[in-house]
């Protein structure tokens, strides 16, 4: 069955003025998702961004789709973990400039890894929740303790379902 990703457009409620998304395919895999992978990370981001989660006017930032090789690069790298992950996020960490977008930095998403994890589940929706849970990170929020955990996976949840995707967190059963 193939699954769409809805088309996003300026009059889109998940629109953000003033945002630019670089998204680039850099990983096998990608092709064979049946869906448009770049405009479905966009969508998430944007649903991100559009949120009251983010209230920091222009921005730019990037998504990478990636393999989980080139992944597990970077963790080993950066985390000094030696294995690949779903989903990575760089804060940019850079200062504003007045007048000049918000650098909020990058979101790698490894194909392999995330597909596995989906399961019999949608790609698509596991998909939205990896770019709208690194989109998160890029603005600040995090899991390290409960207290952060618990507010970050209700803004997850509230913003996947404005886009009609279910709480990743419930108990399917």
């Known amino acids: 069955m193939m699954e769409k990703a809805p ?10 003025a003033g945002v630019e998304i670089d998204i680039s395919v850099d990983g096998a895999g ?4 049946p869906f ?20 920091i006017g222009p921005c730019e930032l990037s998504i990478v789709l ?3 090789e080139t992944v597990r690069d970077l963790n080993r790298t950066w985390r000094g973990k030696d294995s690949p992950t779903n989903v990575l996020a760089f804060p940019a960490g850079a200062a504003r ?3 000049q977008p918000a650098l909020l930095g990058d979101v790698i998403v ?30 600040g929020y995090d899991h390290q ?7 970050m996976e209700t803004l997850e949840t509230r913003i996947l379902a404005g886009m009609g995707v279910d709480d990743p967190y419930a108990d399917h059963g």
């Open 7 to 16: 088309d996003l457009d300026a009059g889109s409620p998940a629109y953000a």
């Open 97 to 99: 400039v007045v007048g």
């Open 30 to 33: 990608w092709d064979q998702a």
């Open 66 to 68: 990636s393999d989980d």
């Open 145 to 151: 303790d409960d207290d952060e955990a618990e507010e």
């Open 110 to 139: 490894a194909f392999g890894v995330a597909s596995d994890e989906a399961g019999d589940g949608s790609l698509s929706d596991h998909i939205a929740h990896l770019v709208v849970h690194g989109t998160l990170h890029l603005l």
């Open 36 to 55: 448009s992978a770049e405009a479905l990370a966009r969508r998430a981001a944007l649903a991100v961004l559009s949120s009251a989660a983010a209230d």
